[in-house]
């Protein structure tokens, strides 16, 4: 790559001739370099997957304290999780119907 003012060699990829100054809107390359398109479809996907399978950092232990002591919140999780891990979202609704018909008992 020769620099088109003064003739001088330049690295692959500069952006100004050390010679005589010149500077160049883009860097100048002997091969151009091979730009990756990429849809932005495809980019959601890969983020909304990577999304799905980090753990919550919350243990599960904890959703089920809260579904036993606050009956309301299991179904809450329930509804949440059921697609995401439906262990945990059949767990959480089991411990709501479990203590509000013990909590209906002995009221």
Do not use: H, Q
């Not at 500069?14 to 390359?29: G, Q, S």
């Not at 002997?30 to 983020?47: C, D, H, L, S, T």
């Not at 799905?52 to 036993?68: D, G, H, N, V």
């Amino acid at each position: 790559m020769k620099c088109p003012e003064c003739g001088e060699k330049l690295e692959n990829g500069a952006r100004y001739c050390n010679k005589c100054a010149a500077i160049f809107p883009k860097p100048l390359y002997e091969e151009e370099p091979e730009v990756k398109v990429v849809e932005a479809k495809e980019v959601i996907v890969e983020k909304t997957e990577e999304k799905r399978t980090k753990k919550s950092s919350m243990p599960k232990i904890w959703y089920y304290f809260l579904s036993a002591f606050i009956p309301f919140a299991g179904l809450i999780f329930y509804f949440i999780y059921k697609k995401e891990d439906p262990k945990l979202a059949n767990t959480c609704l089991t411990i709501f119907i479990v203590v509000f018909i013990l909590v209906r008992l002995f009221k």
